[in-house]
């Protein structure tokens, strides 16, 4: 992979509209579906709604929206009848990830990781109600262990609690049963 900047990538100095380079987009359903989505974030990430992005499709759903969390844009639409499942996976640096983790828990989510050091900094996972998988990097913590990856070492030692917990949220993670 090359590591210089690419030319072939926008600079966010050309974007307008507060868009990044990359902006994700997750395509929710399950309880209350993208609607409910948007409140989740906003309960949780203190998230806020792009109003003119909203946009309703004839059959009533969710065709497009964003939610600003932070410097970024997490761009919504429900998932359409028939579409397969396919969670998410979004990684944000947060300030207080205790804080956020609790706003997680008391929006209805489920904790995958407990806040755990990880690599100079501290890491938490939560799995939402519309199955989608968060991680949550906090800043830097410098009497967090920096620790390397050694997949021999891990194999013979058993995983770490941090290694344990995704990989058995990942193989238990189905689509969600309410639209």
């Not at 499942?85 to 407990?114: C, I, K, M, Y």
């Not at 009497?143 to 238990?172: F, K, N, Y």
Request: charge should be negative.
């Amino acid at each position: 992979m090359n590591s210089s900047t690419s030319s072939l990538i926008t600079p966010i100095s050309r974007l307008t509209g507060g868009y990044g380079s990359l902006n994700p987009f997750a395509a929710v359903s399950g309880p209350g579906g993208a609607r409910a989505f948007l409140e989740f974030l906003g309960a949780v990430f203190d998230a806020v709604e792009t109003p003119e992005a909203h946009a309703v499709d004839t059959d009533g759903l969710l065709i497009h929206s964003e939610a600003r969390i932070g410097d970024s844009c997490l761009m919504v639409v429900d998932a359409k009848p028939g579409w397969p499942f396919t969670p998410a996976l979004l990684q944000v640096n947060v300030e207080d990830p205790h804080e956020v983790l609790r706003r997680a828990r008391n929006s209805g989510a489920r904790v995958v990781t407990e806040v755990s050091p990880f690599y100079g900094s501290t890491i938490a996972r939560f799995l939402d109600p519309w199955h989608n998988v968060w991680w949550l990097f906090g800043p830097e913590d410098d009497d967090a262990p920096a620790l390397e990856w050694d997949p021999e070492a891990a194999a013979q030692e058993g995983e770490s609690d941090v290694h344990a917990t995704i990989c058995r949220a990942m193989e238990e993670l189905s689509p969600p049963t309410d639209r």
